[in-house]
């Protein structure tokens, strides 16, 4: 079972955008360990270039701005129209507009609500 997840798994593109390096290297490795193809970037100037056409989730990390995140927001909806997931720590999420939130706790905790976004439940 875990060998068909992770063959349906390696179509999926997620963007991973973190202005902390080493939060967006651990993301995107514990993304790719899962079987997703991963795409990274560290602020919404970043994403000038990135073929965003094929993503199908966005996550946002902690470590951006509020603003930050809006913008990337905007420009998924414009390129991909993918479901944003937006970590938070301490308090709430930020940005309003998200599908989806996810208090960081564990890889596996990860793994498991992109599952779920991706499984529609």
Known sequence: M???RSLSAAKTKILVVSRDPKLGDTRR???EEAGYEVVSASDP???????????RLVVVGYSLK???????WVKAR???NAPVLEFFRNGGPELIE???FHESQAP?????????IFSGS
Do not use: M, T, Y
């Open 29 to 31: 490795k514990v993304l």
């Open 45 to 55: 100037e970043s994403l000038v270039g990135v073929n965003l056409e094929s993503v």
């Open 78 to 80: 414009e390129l991909c």
């Open 66 to 72: 509020p603003s930050e995140k809006r913008r990337i």
């Open 2 to 4: 875990e060998e068909v």
């Open 108 to 116: 596996d905790d990860f793994i498991e609500k992109v599952r779920q």
């Open 98 to 100: 998200a599908n989806h």
